[in-house]
Each structure stands twice: as C-alpha cells, then as structure tokens.
C-alpha cells in the first residue's frame, strides 16, 4: 500500500487555468505538507499542516490555496497558472516533530507543466 | 531559521570510488539532520537520520553519515559507489522542538560511470 499517494502524476495545462493537486496519506501522521521541486532540483517547503490547521505557509503566491478537509488528506488548488508554476510538487507527511522511526515521507511527485 | 548548504553541484565518480558529500547546516540549536535520495525520475527516499546518539550513523546501501557539531557538518560517505548510486543526494535539517518543517539543501547530483 502507498504511504503518501498524490494525483495526478503528471499534470499539463495552459496559462491561467486553475488547477487541483490531490494528496493522501495512510499513516496516522497528524502533519502533512507540500514541497515544490523547481528544475534545478530545490526543494522548498510551501506550506504545512497539522491536523487539518495550517501552521506553515511560506512566501507563496495567493494562487496557491491548500485544503485539508480531515488530517489525512492535503490539496493543493492553484489559481490562475503561470509559466513559472512549472515543477515537480511533492506532498509529505510526518507526525508532529518527526520522530526517528517515522521522520518525512514523500509522495511521488505531480510534474505540473504550464504551456 | 534553519538553512542547509552543499557545496558540490554535481560529483562524477568511476565505479568503486569512494564518496563523500559535504553538508553543512546553520542553526545554533538542537537539530535532526537527514540524507535524501532521489532516483532519477522517483520521490525522495529517505537514506539515513540522525537524532542523537552515536554521531556516526549508517544507513541503507551501505551509506553512513558523521555529525560533527564543532563544524555544523553532517557528510555522507560511502567506501565503494555503484552505477546505481547515480541519483540526487538531499541533506535536510529541522529542528525537533515544535512543528518545524524539514528544510532541504539544494541537493548534489552524483554520477557514476563504469
């Protein structure tokens, strides 16, 4: 069974549409987040949330709105598309702090290309 | 704020090399320190975790790892890298008090060649 699964995998859409990034995780983790991977491979942390309240929200675009409708699941809805969203964006869970036999688990990644 | 710096980019390497990654970490508290490894066109995969204790810590794929905390440096090595070791390696740091994130150096991509 997939720990942390998102969907879509790939995802390839034009400039100014809106679009949705769904993530699920099966751990019990009570804190999930979302990464963006730009294309030089950066990691950077969006936005993170714990049971369902979010606690981290980094200097992102307003386009950029997650939803945590119950503590298993983290969406991301993207407003208005630009060519520079283009990424790979990684969902994650944890539980609160890491621990050292659960620490981050990563989803596989939604490659988001906007044309 | 916590912040991550690996200072090689990129590393080629002929099989059965020895490897070293170097990272290094600013943060004046207590951290967990981690490796990631990607695989070309995978998610991140975790390969070793340090939290306290022993500062040398091992890993899977016969990876290991030294804390040194005079030097805020947390270096993976391995004595003899295979072809399938090609992949991006990922340091990352977070502190363990409250609900901190996980934050990322910006990666060191290894190459093996025959």
């Known amino acids: 069974d997939t720990a942390v699964s998102q969907t879509p995998k790939y995802l390839v859409t034009q400039m100014g549409n809106d679009k949705s990034i769904k993530c699920e995780q099966n751990l019990g983790h009570d804190t999930m987040y979302w990464y963006k991977q730009d294309s030089k491979k950066f990691l950077k942390i969006m936005f993170s949330y714990n049971n369902k309240e979010l606690i981290i929200n980094e200097t992102v675009p307003n386009r950029f709105s997650p939803k945590s409708p119950d503590k298993a699941h983290l969406n991301l809805h993207i407003n208005s598309l630009e060519l520079g969203d283009s990424a790979v964006y990684f969902c994650?869970?944890?539980?609160?702090?890491?621990?050292?036999?659960?620490?981050?688990?990563f989803g596989n990644g939604t490659r988001l290309t906007v044309t | 704020a916590q912040s991550v710096s690996q200072h090689n980019h990129h590393v080629i390497l002929s099989e059965a090399a020895s490897l070293e990654l170097g990272c290094n970490y600013s943060?004046?508290?207590?951290?967990?320190l981690f490796w990631y490894v990607q695989y070309p066109g995978q998610h991140l995969q975790l390969l070793l975790k340090y939290f306290s204790g022993d500062p040398l810590v091992k890993g899977i794929k016969g990876f290991e790892a030294e804390f040194i905390k005079s030097k805020f440096s947390f270096n993976l090595r391995k004595p003899s890298v295979q072809w399938s070791d090609t992949a991006e390696y990922f340091c990352?740091?977070?502190?363990?008090?409250?609900?901190?994130?996980?934050?990322f150096g910006k990666g060191t991509r290894l190459s093996v060649i025959a």
């Open positions: 994650a869970s944890s539980p609160p702090g890491f621990t050292q036999d659960s620490p981050l688990h």
């Open positions: 990352a740091v977070n502190a363990p008090l409250g609900n901190t994130p996980l934050v």
């Open positions: 943060y004046g508290g207590t951290v967990n």
